[in-house]
């Protein structure tokens, strides 16, 4: 069996093991609720929304529904990969797996991709049902651009929570550690980010929360570069035409390839220099 023929068996034999794990029972109820349901609720003709916020278009209420992603698909990425360095460094298994002849660099991409691969099609598909059920319920299409970028955005968004959390595994010396590592990420990116930027506006002398206020606005944008959950959004905002945050493409770009390449080179290279 060639190297790469051994990665891709090994990598498929541990995203099997994972999928009939008992996390799977936690994790896909949360998602079928969260993805096609919010959809399901969102293209309601008699669904309305605080604020003022549209859902003329299909890809208004898949920004919307983004939101349900954030909560529960990364949530499942951490879920997934909390553990998934730390649990066998812990029993010992790490050892053995980095002794063998495939090298760290492979047990690095084995790891990797079989915690991508758990999340990250499973959300592909439902995110690409609730594409389906946006155009039952309207009958309208979100067009290919929007899918495109509604889908990938959402792959790449699992990517990096998983990314991360394997990372913070890798250092962890014991479980709870690991999980506090995990959920505490989660938790800052997810319900806390907010007042992070609040915070540093404050200090910036810049009037909080003031949507008319285009100094607030702007700071808030380029604070979400730092924040994988904003770069997600970001690339949705794309495809809006009625959202201006001060930011072209580029930036947004360039932050959503940093979050993607710069942890995974950096769980690869904490492996290869790991002490089991």
């Given at each position: 069996m060639s190297p790469a023929a051994r990665?891709?068996?090994?990598?498929?034999?541990?995203?099997?093991?994972?999928?009939?794990?008992?996390r799977t029972v936690v994790a896909l109820p949360l998602l079928l609720l969260a993805i096609p349901g919010s959809a399901w609720g969102l293209s309601d003709p008699n669904t309305t929304l605080p604020a003022d916020i549209p859902l003329d278009t299909p890809m208004q209420m898949l920004f919307v529904s983004s939101l349900f992603v954030l909560l529960t698909a990364t949530l499942s990425a951490v879920l997934y990969a909390w553990d998934g360095v730390s649990r066998d460094r812990a029993s010992g298994v790490l050892e053995v797996h980095l002794g063998r002849g495939m090298g760290r660099r492979g047990q690095a991409t084995v790891i990797a991709a079989s915690h991508l691969m758990v999340t990250t099609l499973p959300v592909l598909l439902l995110a690409t049902v609730a594409v389906f059920i946006i155009r039952i319920r309207t009958g309208a299409w979100a067009s290919l651009g929007d899918s495109v970028v509604f889908l990938g955005s959402t792959a790449l968004v699992v990517t990096w929570?998983?990314?991360?959390?394997?990372l913070a595994s890798s250092y962890a010396r014991d479980q709870g550690t690991a999980i506090a590592f995990g959920v505490g990420v989660w938790f800052l990116f997810t319900m806390l980010w907010l007042l992070v930027t609040s915070v540093l506006a404050g200090l910036a002398g810049i009037e909080v929360g003031s949507t008319a206020n285009a100094q607030w606005v702007?700071?808030?944008?380029?604070?979400?570069?730092?924040?994988?959950n904003g770069v997600y959004h970001h690339l949705l905002e794309l495809r809006l035409d009625d959202v201006d945050r001060g930011l072209g493409p580029f930036p947004v770009l360039v932050a959503a390839l940093a979050w993607?390449?710069?942890?995974?080179?950096?769980?690869q290279r904490r492996i290869e220099r790991l002490v089991p």
């Open positions: 990665v891709a068996w090994l990598t498929g034999r541990r995203a099997a093991r994972q999928w009939m794990s008992t929570y998983t990314s991360i959390a394997l702007q700071f808030e944008a380029v604070v979400d570069l730092l924040s994988p993607t390449i710069v942890p995974l080179w950096w769980f």
